[in-house]
T-cell receptor, first 115, second 114 residues
């Protein structure tokens, strides 16, 4: 079983729709949760960062973490064609582990917002 | 401008040839990473380095080599032993120690085999 599972999509929605992107994970030690956005042929850019459970809002984007269910979500309100990209979730454990790679990525969900 | 630069943007490799991908960062980050991205497979970790003159293998290190002689630089060599090198290569960096584990990525290098 992978540490992080993410539905690869593709997901197509009309402009203005609410988009829900999700990841599940198996390691209960994960405490930091991130969402990256990657446009075609570009490097991923950090979109949202949350620590532990709860919601975090930034403009049209809301990141939600449910640690009891080991489930995180990214919601995009009033989706725009410019939101068309691949969205990757990532998560890491609390604390510093010498010699260890602490960040685990989902495979990414490809989103297309149709004008 | 602080950030991560990768060069070249596109790289062509002939059979039996070693090629080196450049990664430089001016974020003063201690840790640097190399990932390979193939369609439908997400990011796979090749090598990472948490400190100068030290690095560890990731999940798919075979056929690759790295060096970390300077904090700012983490070049990746794709050797002739890597039989399927065509992919998008991403370099990343992060702070180390307690605190955030957020990684910041460069723009990537696309490697193609002639």
């Amino acid at each position: 079983q992978k540490e992080v599972e993410q539905d690869p999509g593709p997901l197509s929605v009309p402009e203005g729709a609410i988009v829900s992107l999700n990841c599940t994970y198996s390691n209960s030690a994960f405490q930091y949760f991130m969402w990256y956005r990657q446009y075609s042929r570009k490097g991923p850019e950090l979109l949202m960062y949350t620590y532990s459970s709860g919601n975090k809002e930034d403009g049209r984007f809301t990141a939600q973490v449910d640690k009891s269910s080991k489930y995180i979500s990214l919601f995009i309100r009033d989706s725009q064609p410019s939101d068309s990209a691949t969205y990757l979730c990532a998560m890491s454990v609390l604390g510093y582990q010498t010699g260890a790679n602490n960040l685990f990525f989902g495979t990414g969900t490809r989103l297309t917002v149709i004008p | 401008d602080g950030g991560i630069t990768q060069s070249p943007k596109y790289l062509f490799r002939k059979e039996g040839q070693n090629v080196t991908l450049s990664c430089e960062q001016n974020l003063n980050h201690d840790a640097m990473y190399w990932y390979r991205q193939d369609p439908g497979q997400g990011l796979r970790l090749i090598y990472y380095s948490q400190i100068v003159n030290d690095f560890q293998k990731g999940d798919i290190a075979e056929g690759y080599s790295v060096s970390r002689e300077k904090k700012e630089s983490f070049p990746l060599t794709v050797t002739s032993a890597q039989k399927n090198p065509t992919a998008f290569y991403l370099c990343a960096s992060s702070r180390e120690g307690q605190g955030k584990k957020t990684q910041y990525f460069g723009p990537g290098t696309r490697l193609l085999v002639l």
